[in-house]
Every structure is written in C-alpha cells, then in structure tokens.
Nanobody
Framework: QVQLVESGGGLVQPGGSLRLSCAVS????????IGWFRQAPGKEREGVSC????????HYVDSVKGRFTISTDNPRKMVYLQMNSLKPEDTAVYYC?????????????????WGLGTQVTVFS
C-alpha cells in the first residue's frame, strides 16, 4: 500500500506562486503514474497534472497549461507541482494520487490512494 502526504499549500494573491510537494512512502513499485488533483468547494475533484512513473511523460489540464509544472527526481519518492500566475479559480484542496492503470488518463477514476490534501487559496 502506498501512502501520500501533500504539503506546500497556503494563501497567495493572484499572480503569485506556490510549490506543492507530495511525499511517497510504502509499497511504491507498481503504480504507473502519479498526479495532482484538486477539489473546490461544491465541485467534483478534477485532474490537474500527472507524470508517468516509468516514462516521465506529463499531462496537464488545459486550464493550467503554461502556468503549472509537475516535476520529480524520483516519482516513487517525491513529486512537486510548481504553480505560477495563480488565479482565484485555482483555489481548492490539492490532492496527490497514483494510478495502477497502464493506460491511465488524467481522470479521477484512474487514480487513488489519495493523501489528505493541502489547501491552496488565491485571494485578492
């Protein structure tokens, strides 16, 4: 079983930046991808970005392309999400999850083993 712990959230003004971290522990050998998802109040959880644990291929939801960057030195130990040019609509709890599907997509149905999340609030 894999355990994920997110950190790095906080309060920031529009245009600001934050860097989220996802620490991975437990049995990490067999997942295919690790990713970031977010859930705003009253909304469904949505995929933000993910990276293949075996090939390093990245995926982003359109709304964050050019602003967010997912990165890792070892996808089975730590994954980051650099968030720049933040907007109020980025406000949400951000979660880290892994996918055991070889044909995964950036879709909440393909990911699980969620951490507890970290709150990101963008306010003016």
């Amino acid at each position: 079983q894999v355990q994920l712990v997110e950190s790095g959230g906080g309060l920031v003004q529009p245009g600001g930046s934050l860097r989220l971290s996802c620490a991975v522990s437990g049995f990490t050998a067999d997942y295919w991808a690790i990713g970031w998802f977010r859930q705003a109040p009253g909304k469904e959880r949505e995929g933000v970005s993910c990276i293949g644990a075996r090939d390093g291929i990245t995926h982003y939801v359109d709304s964050v392309k050019g602003r967010f960057t997912i990165s890792t030195d070892n996808p089975r130990k730590m994954v980051y999400l650099q968030m720049n040019s933040l907007k109020p609509e980025d406000t949400a709890v951000y979660y880290c999850g892994v996918s055991y599907y070889s044909d995964y997509e950036l879709n909440v149905l393909h990911f699980g083993s969620w951490g507890l999340g970290t709150q990101v609030t963008v306010f003016s």
